[in-house]
Structure formats: structure tokens, C-alpha cells
């Protein structure tokens, strides 16, 4: 029952190439993985980013929630302040923002 010397001097001895080549669809996994999914959503974070580092009074925007509304005012980096009815305005953060439908036009400053 108990496993003599000589089979376990044999066990002990590995080849490297075998070992690389069972190690090497996990890493075809790995990259397949990285270019179908973690790359496109890279690349939407972006996109996103972008757009909501865009977003100008004026502009007819989308949140997640629903809601469609006019940017009545940029607050800061982290808020607008968006118009959803007539005289209802709500704030709301920029990273809510999941899509512009319209573009509105830039503001003009007085150079008073």
C-alpha cells in the first residue's frame, strides 16, 4: 500500500514544456477575455467620461433614471441643474447623466 521509493523518485521529475502548455490556454483565456470585454469597456468609460465632461447649458439631456430635462445651469463639476417642466427644476449629479439628445448652444459671456 505505501508507494515504494522508486515511483516516487520518478514523480519528481517535471517537464517544464508540458507545464507551459497546460498553462497556456488559460492564458489565451486571459487575453480573448481582455480584448471582448474589459477593452470595449474601457473604452465606453471613456466615452462616457467625455460626454459628461461636455454636457453645456442648453443641452437636452437623459438621466438613468428617466427623466429628460434642459441644463438650466452647470453648479460645478459634480452638478447641473436641469429643467424637467416648466419651472421645476431639479439638480443632479453628472454621472447620472446617461445620454445627451440634444445639443444646446455654448453660453456667451458679457465682457462687461
Known amino acids: 500500500m505505501l508507494i515504494t521509493p522508486a515511483f516516487a523518485q520518478a514523480a519528481g521529475a517535471g517537464d517544464t514544456n508540458s ?40 443641452d437636452t439631456v437623459v438621466t438613468n433614471g428617466g427623466l429628460v430635462g434642459k441644463v438650466t445651469k452647470v453648479v460645478d463639476d459634480d452638478q447641473i441643474e436641469m429643467e424637467i417642466a416648466d ?26
Open 19 to 58: 507545464m507551459l502548455m497546460s498553462l497556456l490556454p488559460f492564458a489565451l483565456i486571459f487575453v480573448i477575455m481582455y480584448f471582448l470585454i474589459l477593452k470595449p469597456q474601457q473604452k465606453k468609460l471613456k466615452d462616457h467620461q467625455d460626454l459628461v465632461k461636455n454636457i453645456r447649458r442648453g
Open 87 to 112: 419651472g421645476i427644476k431639479i439638480r443632479q449629479m453628472r454621472q447620472m447623466i446617461s445620454g445627451v439628445r440634444t445639443k444646446g448652444e455654448p453660453a456667451k459671456d458679457d465682457a462687461n
